[in-house]
């Protein structure tokens, strides 16, 4: 089996790809030890296997879009496996552990098949501990930037490590979580990122996430003996020559402190799974940074589990003019896509173009009362009407956790697009929900 699927490698035959996944893991850590040299070819195999997974998942999709009610996201089960394909082939050439974060993605619905190839989950609070204790049923480390007495002995029940914020909640509560056998972990600020957008910049001035290094310094040599690993974040939604340099000043700030500790984690934000991440740049940096410190390391990527795996389906409603045409369709941009506004972005939907550069030009409003509660502007081919079903791509993450009920607008329902290609509604919403809320 092993020497078809280097023959098929060599060729540049994508069923190689499906050989490798069907392997067993001992067989899979066996091939990329005695095929080395063949496993950028296997990377870049992967990747245009996985093109034409998710280009004809999206021809499935739109054949079933009249079954969809609007508005609704829709997360295709098959997808999100694809990329948990990838996040799996990451630990079998490192070595490295992969906790996926809830705060971009917290449908249980899929964890099932997830829990299947990640070891677990990161949690920000009491609730994602005990959601993904339950439903996840692996490892949970739960991070807070402050935890409350009320709080700390449910995050503790339900996790297997707890990473502090600061030196004076660890000291509040080490005691306590070490009695209950478990994990503790400090966050560090590393003192560098490129995040551009400073609302998600974990290390921009003044940032409240992470002990800065002359705390650090300071503090350390006092808890040593009960921190049993290193945790920092500093990264959204970029490549893995953005990690080598942040790790870089990691390593300048903390990695003396690195003989003590069991684990160090990486956080979150590494798009693993986008089509033009370095994979192998991420292979080597985690591989030589295990080599150097003999730590266990962790990713705790949450977009990048469900990258392109979800649509979000709203119908137009009316079409007003004021200058332009403007669709006022049945979903919101602040109840449903709040990132669209608070990034900001301008999502795309399919079938259209930027404004102007088709024959119609339409700019997309939600339904609320909210002056700003606009999409973006876009052209398409042909004029929209009433009853028009819109789709946005790439809506699985950090909608659906930050959703809200803003002017009492109904929840969008969830669909689950089988592997099977059947289309499942795991959940719709009512005025209950919204009253429930208040």
């Given at each position: 089996?092993?020497?078809?699927?280097?023959?098929?490698?060599?060729?540049?035959?994508?069923?190689?790809?499906?050989?490798?996944?069907?392997?067993?893991?001992?067989?899979?850590?066996?091939?990329?030890?005695?095929?080395?040299?063949?496993?950028?070819?296997?990377?870049?195999?992967?990747?245009?296997?996985?093109?034409?997974?998710?280009?004809?998942?999206?021809?499935?999709?739109?054949?079933?879009?009249?079954?969809?009610?609007?508005?609704?996201?829709?997360?295709?089960?098959?997808?999100?496996?694809?990329?948990?394909?990838?996040?799996?082939?990451?630990?079998?050439?490192?070595?490295?552990?992969?906790?996926?974060?809830?705060?971009?993605?917290?449908?249980?619905?899929?964890?099932?098949?997830?829990?299947?190839?990640?070891?677990?989950?990161?949690?920000?609070?009491?609730?994602?501990?005990?959601?993904?204790?339950?439903?996840?049923?692996?490892?949970?480390?739960?991070?807070?930037?402050?935890?409350?007495?009320?709080?700390?002995?449910?995050?503790?029940?339900?996790?297997?490590?707890?990473?502090?914020?600061?030196?004076?909640?660890?000291?509040?509560?080490?005691?306590?979580?070490?009695?209950?056998?478990?994990?503790?972990?400090?966050?560090?600020?590393?003192?560098?990122?490129?995040?551009?957008?400073?609302?998600?910049?974990?290390?921009?001035?003044?940032?409240?996430?992470?002990?800065?290094?002359?705390?650090?310094?300071?503090?350390?040599?006092?808890?040593?003996?009960?921190?049993?690993?290193?945790?920092?974040?500093?990264?959204?939604?970029?490549?893995?020559?953005?990690?080598?340099?942040?790790?870089?000043?990691?390593?300048?700030?903390?990695?003396?402190?690195?003989?003590?500790?069991?684990?160090?984690?990486?956080?979150?934000?590494?798009?693993?799974?986008?089509?033009?991440?370095d994979v192998e740049?991420?292979?080597?940096?985690?591989?030589?940074?295990?080599?150097?410190?003999?730590?266990?390391?962790?990713?705790?990527?949450?977009?990048?589990?469900?990258?392109?795996?979800?649509?979000?389906?709203?119908?137009?409603?009316?079409?007003?003019?004021?200058?332009?045409?403007?669709?006022?369709?049945?979903?919101?941009?602040?109840?449903?896509?709040?990132?669209?506004?608070?990034?900001?972005?301008?999502?795309?939907?399919?079938?259209?173009?930027?404004?102007?550069?088709?024959?119609y030009t339409y700019?997309?409003?939600?339904?609320?009362?909210?002056?700003?509660?606009?999409?973006?502007?876009?052209?398409?081919?042909?004029?929209?009407?009433?009853?028009?079903?819109?789709?946005?791509?790439?809506?699985?993450?950090?909608?659906?956790?930050?959703?809200?009920?803003?002017?009492?607008?109904?929840?969008?329902?969830?669909?689950?697009?089988?592997?099977?290609?059947?289309?499942k509604l795991a959940?719709?919403?009512?005025?209950?929900?919204?009253?429930?809320?208040?």
């Amino acid at each position: 089996m092993m020497k078809d699927i280097l023959e098929g490698i060599t060729l540049g035959n994508p069923l190689a790809v499906e050989k490798y996944f069907d392997l067993e893991e001992d067989e899979r850590k066996a091939f990329i030890v005695e095929y080395k040299d063949s496993l950028e070819k296997l990377t870049l195999l992967m990747k245009q296997r996985k093109k034409a997974i998710f280009e004809q998942r999206l021809r499935l999709f739109l054949d079933l879009l009249e079954e969809v009610q609007t508005p609704s996201y829709v997360i295709d089960e098959q997808l999100i496996e694809e990329n948990m394909k990838i996040m799996r082939y990451v630990k079998d050439r490192t070595g490295c552990k992969v906790l996926h974060a809830l705060k971009a993605y917290a449908s249980y619905h899929t964890f099932p098949m997830m829990r299947e190839y990640l070891d677990g989950v990161c949690a920000s609070g009491v609730n994602e501990a005990r959601l993904g204790y339950d439903e996840f049923k692996k490892e949970v480390h739960t991070f807070g930037a402050a935890y409350s007495e009320a709080d700390i002995k449910s995050i503790v029940k339900f996790s297997n490590v707890v990473i502090f914020n600061s030196f004076t909640q660890l000291e509040k509560f080490a005691e306590y979580v070490k009695k209950q056998k478990k994990q503790i972990g400090i966050r560090v600020n590393p003192g560098y990122s490129e995040v551009k957008t400073k609302m998600y910049d974990p290390c921009a001035p003044n940032s409240r996430l992470g002990v800065i290094r002359e705390i650090f310094e300071k503090e350390y040599p006092n808890y040593e003996k009960i921190i049993d690993g290193i945790h920092f974040h500093a990264m959204c939604e970029q490549n893995s020559d953005v990690l080598q340099r942040v790790l870089a000043r990691f390593i300048e700030n903390y990695g003396k402190y690195l003989d003590n500790v069991k684990w160090v984690s990486f956080g979150g934000g590494h798009h693993i799974t986008r089509e033009d991440y370095d994979v192998e740049l991420l292979v080597k940096l985690i591989t030589d940074f295990k080599r150097s410190f003999s730590v266990q390391v962790y990713l705790e990527p949450g977009e990048a589990s469900v990258l392109d795996c979800g649509y979000y389906v709203t119908s137009v409603l009316d079409i007003v003019k004021n200058g332009m045409d403007i669709a006022v369709v049945d979903g919101s941009a602040e109840a449903h896509l709040p990132d669209v506004l608070l990034m900001p972005y301008r999502p795309n939907i399919i079938g259209s173009f930027p404004p102007y550069e088709r024959p119609y030009t339409y700019r997309i409003g939600g339904v609320s009362c909210l002056a700003g509660d606009v999409i973006g502007d876009y052209s398409f081919e042909e004029p929209l009407k009433e009853k028009k079903k819109l789709v946005f791509t790439d809506m699985a993450h950090y909608t659906i956790v930050k959703n809200n009920c803003f002017n009492g607008i109904i929840l969008p329902s969830i669909f689950i697009l089988k592997k099977d290609g059947s289309l499942k509604l795991a959940k719709s919403f009512s005025f209950s929900d919204f009253k429930r809320r208040l």
